[in-house]
């Protein structure tokens, strides 16, 4: 007889993001009484530049004619766009990292939850909260988190994020406890906040005494505006040993639609005496038949001088955004974080967080993201993204405020 999989029942409710979705739905067809302002899921507004859409046409030309055609591609990536990969987020900032340890892929989130099949079942897993919410349904998934109670689920270890640690733990969070993989987010996707090298370099310090490995998701990197602080934990001695690293064009370069990231490998490390670059090539190779040229093409054209001008002005763009939230939520009396070298402004309520969700999407028909969507330690808070046009976030933020100062 067949049986499902009794860990997706351990799950709780909709993923964070469809039940957003869900509410949404449901307050468009009582009526909405104005035009909806999404400031929730961070999906980007501004269309692709046009050196990527330029590069994009050129790779989809190539596949009218035969000397040109592409079918299936190396499952790792074309080496064109590794190879600018290397050189330019990894070589130039003295990070130890070559072209045949980055695996191209369709999503830095398909890669977070597709890392964790190479690890057995019993590894312990310690997460942040807030978090992420596909670094814990995925370990679900894979019957790593034992039983729901109290909010949390009992076998995973959670590293808090508070105020009082700038929403940025480091390893004595985890006290006594003992955590084989470690999810870590910098910028910190909801809070905002960032790893300085000092942190980072003792999380480094902390996996290689304790044999751990750190999953590393700087899918925001391209954000940091100040050079001291790290954009890759590469960047730190030894962490090519211990540490595996993902990144995306989405928010980067707009690819939130056409779909293209990467994950980083080093050889160097081994687990058992078993080489995880290997392991990952060879579930890599079963599991995908890569991302398809023209999109390859396009994610490349980022690397080019004017792809580089381009993707920064839209990066510009969303941080001036974020820039009038952080001021607009703190003129309204509230404490904020993140919005510096984040796209997200993570604000205290101190109310009920998906309370305040429906509240603004009933009053002000604005979408954020609840807190506690993240995370117990969410409670409390709401996430606002900048990723919208101009004038639709300055709107937003004044009937925001008209609802706070009622």
């Known amino acids: 007889m067949i049986k499902l999989n009794s860990h997706y029942q351990k799950l709780q409710s909709g993923y964070?993001?469809?039940?957003?979705?869900?509410?949404?739905a449901a307050h468009i067809e009582r009526g909405a009484g104005r035009e909806l302002i999404k400031l929730g899921i961070g999906d980007v507004t501004r269309p692709l530049s046009p050196a990527i859409i330029q590069a994009f046409h050129d790779g989809v030309n190539e596949q009218a004619e035969a000397k040109t055609f592409h079918g299936y591609g190396p499952e790792q990536g074309y080496a064109f766009l590794r190879e600018a990969i290397a050189e330019y987020d990894f070589k130039r900032r003295g990070c130890p990292i070559s072209a045949d340890e980055i695996f191209i892929s369709d999503g830095a989130k398909c890669d977070t939850g597709n890392i964790q099949e190479l690890f057995a079942?019993?590894?312990?897993?310690?997460?942040?909260?807030?978090?992420?919410?596909?670094?814990?349904?995925?370990?679900?998934?894979?019957?790593?988190?034992?039983?729901?109670?109290?909010g949390r689920y009992s076998a995973l270890i959670y590293l808090e994020g508070r105020p009082e640690n700038s929403f940025a733990p480091g390893p004595e969070t985890l006290g006594a406890e003992s955590a084989d993989l470690v999810y870590l987010c910098f910028p910190n996707n909801p809070t905002g906040a960032i790893a300085s090298r000092e942190l980072l370099s003792r999380w480094v310090e902390w996996a290689l005494k304790n044999k751990a490995l750190l999953l590393f998701d700087a899918a925001y990197e391209a954000f940091i505006s100040s050079e001291e602080i790290p954009r890759s934990?590469?960047?730190?001695?030894?962490?090519?040993?211990?540490?595996?690293?993902?990144?995306?064009?989405?928010?980067?370069?707009?690819?939130?639609?056409?779909?293209?990231?990467?994950?980083?490998?080093?050889?160097?490390i081994s687990i058992g005496g078993a080489s995880l670059h290997s392991l990952w090539n060879r579930r890599?190779?079963?599991?995908?038949?890569?991302?398809?040229?023209?999109?390859?093409?396009?994610?490349?054209?980022?690397?080019?001088?004017?792809?580089q001008r381009e993707t920064k002005?839209?990066?510009?763009?969303?941080?001036?955004?974020?820039?009038?939230?952080?001021?607009?939520?703190?003129?309204?009396?509230?404490?904020?974080?993140?919005?510096?070298h984040s796209p997200y402004v993570w604000i205290k309520t101190g109310e009920d967080s998906w309370s305040t969700f429906d509240t603004l999407l009933q009053k002000a028909d604005v979408v954020v993201t609840p807190g506690s969507g993240f995370g117990r330690m969410g409670e409390g808070f709401i996430r606002i993204s900048a990723f919208n046009n101009r004038d639709k976030v300055e709107e937003a933020l004044e009937r925001i405020q008209k609802i706070f100062s009622a």
């Not at 964070?16 to 949404?24: D, S």
């Not at 807030?130 to 019957?143: C, E, F, I, K």
């Not at 396009?298 to 792809?307: L, M």
Request: glycine share 8%; net charge positive; charged share 20%.
């Open 16 to 24: 964070l993001f469809v039940e957003i979705a869900r509410r949404v």
């Open 121 to 150: 079942a019993d590894v312990r897993v310690a997460v942040p909260d807030p978090v992420y919410p596909v670094y814990v349904d995925t370990n679900v998934m894979a019957g790593r988190s034992g039983a729901w109670k109290d």
């Open 233 to 268: 934990i590469y960047e730190i001695p030894g962490a090519d040993t211990c540490a595996v690293e993902f990144r995306s064009f989405s928010k980067t370069a707009g690819f939130t639609g056409t779909r293209c990231a990467f994950t980083v490998v080093p050889k160097a």
């Open 284 to 307: 890599h190779a079963t599991k995908t038949n890569g991302v398809c040229y023209p999109v390859q093409k396009a994610a490349a054209a980022v690397y080019s001088p004017q792809g």
């Open 313 to 340: 002005e839209s990066i510009s763009y969303y941080m001036a955004n974020a820039r009038l939230i952080r001021k607009a939520m703190q003129e309204a009396g509230f404490q904020v974080w993140g919005g510096k």
